[in-house]
């Protein structure tokens, strides 16, 4: 069965500064890999998707993700950090086409932004 | 389009209450899922549906959870009888299987609900 873990439950950066955020996966088949967003009181919404295609992918609000297959790694990225990008941040993973209705997600990274 | 609707927004009931947690898709999706989400356990799929036909309900924790869906534009996420340790969030979201089997899910604002 697919599985995510990503590293670090709480992850603080300063406005400007670099953020990232660590997935790795485990999958017996090729994934389909995503990242969602979710702001305090409200549901998940996704910034960005692999699907097999290009292994970098750039999403909304600046963030990108590339896709290492040998690492098993999905890692989000964003180059300079903005105080609206304080969220909780989840990876999530499901399984080629057959069980592309189905995903797991991992348990979550909460990103805080100084000033 | 409204996306995903959930009521109610904010449940309190006291134990052994039933509760019944309602959904909205959004029109022409043909996937709708249940999830829930609570600081221990994180997001956890409850249920699916695939053209209104359950598809895989392991995730149900007891058969206090039922869920239905009579039709496409409406879902029904049910505890009899409720207990404190089903506090959480829940979650409704729904998609559409587009061609390349990438499936994106659309998320309802949420129910959040507390069992005294």
């Known amino acids: 069965a697919q599985s995510v873990t990503q590293l670090g439950s709480h992850v603080s950066v300063s406005e400007g500064a670099l953020v990232l955020l660590r997935c790795n996966y485990s999958?017996?088949?090729?994934?389909?890999l995503f990242w969602y967003v979710q702001y305090p009181n409200q549901g998940l919404q996704l910034l960005l998707k692999?699907?097999?295609?290009?292994?970098l992918v750039k999403g909304i609000n600046g963030f990108e993700a590339e896709f290492k297959k040998s690492e098993t790694s999905f890692h989000l990225t964003k180059p300079s950090a903005h105080m609206s990008d304080a969220a909780e941040y989840f990876c999530?993973?499901?399984?080629?086409?057959?069980?592309?209705?189905?995903?797991?997600f991992g348990q979550g990274t909460r990103l805080t932004i100084n000033p | 389009d409204a996306g995903v609707i959930q009521s109610p927004r904010h449940e309190v009931t006291e134990m052994g209450q039933e509760v019944t947690l309602r959904c909205k898709p959004i029109?022409?999706?043909?996937?709708l899922f249940w999830y829930r989400q609570t600081m221990m356990r994180g997001l956890e799929l409850l249920i699916y549906?695939?053209?209104?036909?359950?598809?895989?309900d392991s995730g149900m924790p007891e058969d206090r959870f039922s869920a239905k869906m009579p039709n496409a534009s409406f879902s029904t996420l049910k505890i009899q009888p409720s207990e404190p340790r089903d506090s959480a969030v829940y979650f409704c979201?729904?998609?559409?299987?587009?061609?390349?089997?990438?499936?994106?899910?659309?998320f309802g604002a949420g129910s959040r609900l507390t069992v005294l």
């Open positions: 029109s022409g999706h043909d996937y």
């Open positions: 692999y699907t097999s295609a290009a292994t």
């Open positions: 999530a993973v499901s399984e080629g086409i057959q069980g592309a209705q189905k995903l797991v």
């Open positions: 549906f695939n053209n209104n036909v359950p598809i895989d």
């Open positions: 979201a729904s998609s559409f299987a587009g061609g390349n089997g990438a499936n994106v899910l659309t």
């Open positions: 999958s017996s088949v090729p994934p389909y």
